[in-house]
């Protein structure tokens, strides 16, 4: 069997290429990292959570006409994705005050904003992903005027999506990440949600104890990442709580 040509590796998921032409696999690592990978550790299980996850949340953007570019899960740690151009920037949705955004304005964590709070970061590991203006955006060509308006549109409709469903399983929304993505159809591009939707990407906070369940375990030294991913996990019903069993006494 023929080794499969490696097209892009990150610090998360390796992309593959596809069985297909215009597909890739994306494969999730074990691998997890902060600070702009200054913090590192391998945590066992963690590729396999964020693929299910992702399935999960790629899924039922598809089923309400978000477009992704997911197609579907291949095995416990690679899913087939369409291969698109990736628009440069991170576009973070904020719903309450928290890290970086914390630091920047001195609001307390965890304090609710007046409404959803969309910035855009230049991808660039080398620059530290540094925050960006619209002006920057449409000065550097890294997005025209219309995409800016469909980004911001799949940005929020997403956040709609994400926040129910957590609200549903007793979490809170309080931020997360997504990246853009351009398919090619011919004479036409379109937009889509690509990369990964994960705890990885998310802050997700328990809505009674305010327990972190996103990758601020990691940065923090909170606990085991795991964990928190599986409770995630088993609250969305993506994977079965273990049933624990008592002994039967035989006579």
Known sequence: M??????????AKILYEGPEPGTLVQYFKD?????????KDVIDGKGVLNNRLCEYFMTGLNNIGVPTHFIRRL?????????????????????FAAGS?????????????PRPIIEYCYKDDALGDPLVTEEHIAAF??????????????????????????YG????LID????????????FQRLVVADEISPDSCRLWDIESGRKLDKDVFRRDLGNLSD????VAHRLGVLPRAQVTKPKLIN
């Open 31 to 39: 691998d997890a990292t902060a600070f702009n990978a200054k913090k």
């Open 2 to 11: 023929a080794r499969r040509k490696k097209i892009y590796e990150g610090k």
């Open 228 to 231: 928190a991913y599986s409770e």
């Open 141 to 166: 060509g890294w997005a025209s005027a219309q995409d800016m308006d469909d980004i911001l549109s799949l940005a929020l409709r997403v956040n709609d999506f994400l926040a129910g469903v957590m």
């Open 169 to 172: 399983v007793g979490i809170k």
């Open 176 to 187: 997360f990440k997504i990246e853009i993505g351009r398919i090619y159809e011919g004479d």
């Open 101 to 113: 955004l914390s630091e920047r304005l001195g609001i307390e964590e965890g304090t609710q904003l």
């Open 75 to 95: 095995n416990m740690r690679e899913q087939l994705v369409r291969a698109c151009e990736i628009v440069p920037l991170e576009v973070i949705v904020r719903n």
